[in-house]
Each structure stands twice: as C-alpha cells, then as structure tokens.
C-alpha cells in the first residue's frame, strides 16, 4: 500500500510517501479500516521531531492518529462492527505511553474495534476524520475538571482543533451559564460563533489581569502559569500540554485515553448540528502533500483541523 513514513527523527523533510509498505495484519479485536480521509494534530510533529523517543516503537513510523474510512475486514473477536461500515476514531488508545507505529497516513490502517465509532450520517469522511482526538480531548478534560451545568468556563485559544470543541461542548453539552475564550483579533468572531459569549483578544489584553475569574480555565495552547490566575475560589485548570509545561495548583494535566464509546455518546449532539467541526479553509490537502500540510500546521496559522483527503 501507499503510506507515509519517516525513518529517522527531524523536520518535515525526513517523511518519504512509500509505494510499497505491506497492508498491516489486524488482531482478533481489530478491523482493517480503508482510509478515506486522516487528520493532523500536533502531536504527529512532535511526535516525528523525536519528542516521544521513550515511548516510539523502533522506526520506521507511519504517522497519524485520526481516521475516517470503511470496515474491510474484521477479527474473529470482533463484536459490533462489520464490512462495510463506516468509521471514525483516534487509533491510539494512550498516544504518549504507547504510540502506534502504523498510523493513518495510509490507505489502511488496523484498528482496535474499542476505539471506533460509526460515523455520523449527516458528516462526509473529511469533516469526521477532523473530530476524534481533539474532540475526545476537549471532552475528558470537561469530564476530569467536573464541569457541569450552570458553571463558566475560560477556554485558551479556543480557535484551535481542541479549544473550538471545549467552547462547543461546554455550551451545548454541558450547558455552561458563560463561556469566555482566547485568540487573536482575527478570530474573534469565530469564537463567538462557535458559541463563546466573551471573546478575548490576547494581542490586546492579558486574560489573567482582567477582572473575571472562572469556575474552569481550560489551557488548550501551553499557559499554565497565567491560567491559574484566572481560577475562581473553588475552581480548577485543565491543562493538555502538561506533560511540557506543567500546571501549578489548583490545575492539573492529562493525556487523552482515546475511545470509541465517548464519540458513540457525543453522536447525537453532532447529528443534530449543534456541535460540529471546524475545518481550516485550506483543508483538504490532497495524499501526495502531506509534508505541505504538515509545513502548515507546525506555522501555527491554521484555523481549526488539516484533513488529509482523498487518500488513494
């Protein structure tokens, strides 16, 4: 099959598109997914750029986490899903304590059967391939935090693939009384779309300093020191880059434990529309210009989610 890979750490430079690598074997519990479109995040790059060496699998690696395809073949074990079923979901159940060596920039990748969920109907394969970490991500992190009806939330950089979903979440899943987020001047009206009620303009104030305090500070860019500030008494701070920048009290990091049931439990909100995805105006890029797409997402210039799209 067709895949991307690279064979040694360093820049976007060192990922080849190979022609020849094998179509994976999947486990009893897993299906063979064809992968119609796959997502960037940015763990793929740091994760590429030799951050993770702990925990990689000997080289060469075949990145990528989000999929969105069709069920060709499924293991004996396997319980719910069937050929020809349509997918989605992030490959990785523990991205940073065992990351996969087969990922998504493939034409097909194996996948644990836990870990997928049936695609909405009413998204097409690029608008699903865009949901499954950073959704999940913003998710656990509003469950971890026990957020719950009637709080307010602060969410920074809330233009991201992450923080776009936590302002989402939080008001039309878990029903905060007042979402506030971060971004540059330019997004601004995108934070209020997505449904923040307070949109900051970080080129122009500091969060920390202003007068509100928050029952939830949601740190999705790496400002623990300044999110902490902006905590109520009684409140807390979620962090998702913890493991770079650790978060003073009364915050606290997590890695995502990625999971098929919690895209099966956020479905409806999806199908209904009131959560959706934000793509970056130059999604999709096409299979041959992964190394393009990802020049662009490490500029930190996109606008929500990079979808790789069609893959062969």
Request: aromatic share 8%; hydrophobic share 40%.
């Amino acid at each position: 099959m067709k895949a991307w890979k690279y064979d040694e750490y360093g820049s976007v430079d060192v990922l080849k598109l190979s022609t020849d690598m094998a179509v994976p074997e999947i486990n009893d519990d897993q299906v063979l997914v064809k992968v119609v479109a796959a997502a960037l995040n940015p763990v793929d790059y740091r994760r590429r750029l030799g951050q993770m060496k702990a925990a990689d699998p000997p080289l060469p690696v075949i990145p990528g986490l989000d999929v969105a395809g069709i069920v060709v073949k499924v293991g004996s074990e396997v319980k719910a899903l069937k050929e020809g079923d349509e997918v989605y979901g992030d490959v990785n159940e523990k991205a940073l304590d065992k990351p996969t060596k087969f990922g998504t920039l493939a034409e097909y990748v194996a996948v644990d059967e836990k870990l997928l969920a049936l695609k909405p109907k009413n998204l097409d394969f690029i608008e699903a391939a865009a949901l499954p970490l950073a959704i999940e991500t913003a998710y656990e992190g509003l469950e971890r935090a026990n957020f719950t009806k009637g709080q307010s939330i602060l969410v920074l950089n809330g233009a991201g693939g992450v923080g776009s979903f936590v302002i989402q979440l939080a008001k039309h899943v878990f029903g905060a009384s007042k979402v506030a987020a971060t971004s540059s001047t330019k997004k601004l009206e995108l934070l209020k779309s997505l449904g923040a009620d307070v949109a900051i303009d970080y080129t122009k104030e500091k969060f920390e300093d202003l007068p509100d305090k928050y029952d939830v500070v949601y740190d999705a860019i790496g400002q623990p020191e300044e999110a902490v500030k902006a905590v109520k008494e009684g409140g807390c701070a979620v962090s998702i880059t913890d493991f770079e920048k650790p978060i003073p009290p009364p915050g606290f990091g997590f890695v995502l434990t990625s999971s098929g049931s919690m895209l099966t439990k956020l479905s409806p909100y999806l199908e209904s529309g009131k959560v959706k995805p934000l793509l970056d105006p130059k999604t999709p890029f096409p299979f041959e210009k992964v190394n393009e797409a990802f020049s662009y997402l490490e500029s930190h210039r996109a606008t929500g989610k990079i979808v790789i799209y069609p893959i062969p």
